[in-house]
């Protein structure tokens, strides 16, 4: 009889792992902090080809691109002449399962069923586990789905109460637990005890299938506009939607576009903490996540996170609970779209930075999701009220997470606020330092130092510049 | 009340007690336990309280205090939003100036 104590199950995670992953990834390692982060990614993952291919099995992608004229038109009469970006946005709604989840879905259930596993599980509060369920029947796999739902009253967030009623209605198991990071643990005794594939967000395949998103907004805008587009917002929590579609946007040849990473700003609710968890009116695409997947993607449940954001980011910006419900609103109104409002956190700071852009240049919001019980804005905001949240119009910038939502009382106070990259980086490297395998030589080695260097984006004389005032 | 045998149930778990959680949990976290709930086919008859075995959705079976007999899904759209009543015309108004820029 297995130990199935907390202790004895988390001391087998890495076996539980490597059976329930079915890649080696010791393989990619180069010693101390360094791995090989490209090969990873070829050897695991698929080619943008093979991809394309694995998502039209299941009805997954080619999402209509839509331009949303009467939104752009509100944003420039914001702006100064000659400012005011076209807006256009990328309807995922349209996947099979209604979020773009769906291309990361995708790949795993491939994988799983070419590897002969008998199902997927997956560990998600957010519109992934639907996902999974959904790619999961068509290639008649089995699903556990494992949710953080409720708080210790039995109250749960409406947004994951729906996303919990959708995979039921799919057919998976849902496991619904209390809050804390020890579902972790539940999550490891299933895959021990059935064997299924663990259908991560973080494996080279989840993030492998966003790459298609990026390389289909390349050939939409080139199709439509005979150029690329300047820039592509993305709603950045555990950092797969970001690095995905940024790599589909090299990939396509859309090297210059800028990619801009966008989170609610949950700053000062604790994410393991019973009492911050019905606070939040965001359950995804917050900073809760943003932030320290950000800055150390290695805590992920995988040995190695292929969703490395700071790679790839040109700029992070931050909006408001109350911006995104707001602009919600108007998605509805101005241009007929019922979607999110998760999902338009990225939508969010684009209206605001279509404004500093110069009116003839291109911004892609890359996601929509869709919208139901639960998930909606009135939902959400009666939740908010009935847990003590003041709702009111007025100045976002009064916004104090867990305690108001504020829907600006003009819609010119909708403004991103900038994380530096600076910041980011150095607390990637701070974070780096801190993990960096005991017994490691004192100075880097050349495999580190260039890992680090691709890591947060720097040349080597600018990584050297960023430990040196680590070091202080 | 007896719940028969081939019902669809819902059922609970104490995953871990208040004593066994990780170390790095917040305080109000580690004050309560770990709890779980899952849903599946009642495998015999049983009253409310009573521990129980099911089948899963998916075939797998598994036991727990039983806590429901096919409970509803109470989430819905809520009320509408005074505060946001407003901002479909206001947004309106900024396009029509916006368009005739």
């Known amino acids: 009889m297995k130990d199935m104590s907390y202790a004895a199950v988390m001391g087998r995670r890495n076996e539980i792992m490597k059976q329930a992953l079915g890649i080696d990834y010791g393989d990619f390692e180069l010693g101390g902090l360094a791995f090989d982060y490209e090969r990873m990614m070829e050897k695991a993952g698929y080619t943008l080809e093979q991809v394309r291919e694995i998502q039209r099995e299941t009805n997954v992608g080619d999402t209509p691109l839509i331009e949303l004229k009467n939104l752009t038109a509100a944003a420039r009469a914001l702006s100064e002449p000659g400012k005011g970006a076209r807006i256009f946005i990328k309807d995922e709604a349209a996947n099979p399962s209604g979020s773009f989840k769906d291309r990361r879905a995708a790949v795993s259930c491939y994988f799983a069923q070419h590897h002969g596993y008998k199902g997927v599980i997956a560990a998600t509060s957010g519109n992934y586990g639907a996902a999974v369920v959904s790619q999961a029947n068509m290639r008649n796999l089995k699903t556990i789905v494992v949710q953080e739902l409720f708080d210790s009253r039995g109250v749960g967030q409406p947004e994951i109460l729906e996303k919990g009623r959708k995979c039921e209605a799919y057919g998976a198991e849902v496991l619904q637990l209390t809050v804390g990071p020890e579902l972790f643990y539940t999550f490891l005794r299933v895959l021990e005890e059935t064997g299924f594939f663990n259908a991560s967000l973080y494996t080279p395949f989840g993030i492998a299938g966003i790459e298609t998103l990026g390389a289909e907004i390349v050939a939409q805008v080139q199709a439509r506009e005979g150029r690329n587009p300047d820039a592509v917002v993305v709603t950045n929590a555990g950092g797969g939607n970001l690095t995905g579609t940024a790599r589909g946007l090299v990939k396509a040849g859309a090297a210059q576009t800028k990619v801009i990473g966008a989170s609610v700003d949950l700053s000062g609710l604790h994410m393991a903490s019973d009492r911050d968890f019905n606070r939040k009116s965001f359950t995804t695409g917050h900073t809760g996540f943003g932030v320290p997947f950000t800055t150390w993607p290695d805590r992920a449940d995988v040995p190695r996170n292929a969703a490395r954001p700071l790679r790839y980011m040109d700029r992070y910006v931050t909006i408001t609970q109350g911006e995104v419900f707001t602009i919600t609103e108007a998605l509805a109104v101005l241009e007929g779209l019922e979607r999110g409002p998760a999902g338009n956190t990225s939508l969010t700071a684009a209206f605001a930075i279509a404004r500093e852009m110069p009116e003839d240049q291109i911004v892609v919001v890359q996601e929509t999701e869709y919208t139901g019980a639960g998930k909606h804005v009135t939902a959400q905001l009666t939740f908010a009220r009935e847990n003590g949240i003041e709702v009111r119009r007025g100045d976002p910038a009064d916004q104090v997470p867990g305690k108001n939502i504020i829907i600006p009382s003009d819609p010119s106070m909708i403004r991103p606020k900038d994380i530096p990259l600076h910041d980011l980086k150095t607390s990637y490297l701070k974070n780096a330092m801190k993990n960096r395998p005991a017994g490691a030589p004192a100075a880097l080695t050349d495999a580190e130092t260039a890992f680090l260097a691709a890591e947060v984006r720097e040349t080597p004389e600018g990584l050297a510049a960023l430990l040196a005032q680590l070091r202080g | ?101």
């Open chain 2, 1 to 101: 009340m007896r719940i028969a045998k081939g019902s669809w149930v819902q059922i609970e778990q104490v995953v871990l007690k208040p004593g066994e959680r990780a170390p790095h949990v917040p305080e109000d976290t580690k004050a309560v336990p770990l709890m779980l709930w899952v849903k599946g086919t009642l495998l015999q008859d049983a009253s409310i309280g009573d521990t129980v075995e099911i089948e899963t959705a998916i075939g797998r079976r598994m036991s727990g205090k039983l806590v429901a007999e096919n409970p509803p899904y109470t989430h819905g759209f809520g009320r509408p939003i005074p505060e946001l009543l407003t901002v479909g015309a206001e947004f309106r108004a900024l396009a029509e100036r916006g368009s005739r820029r």
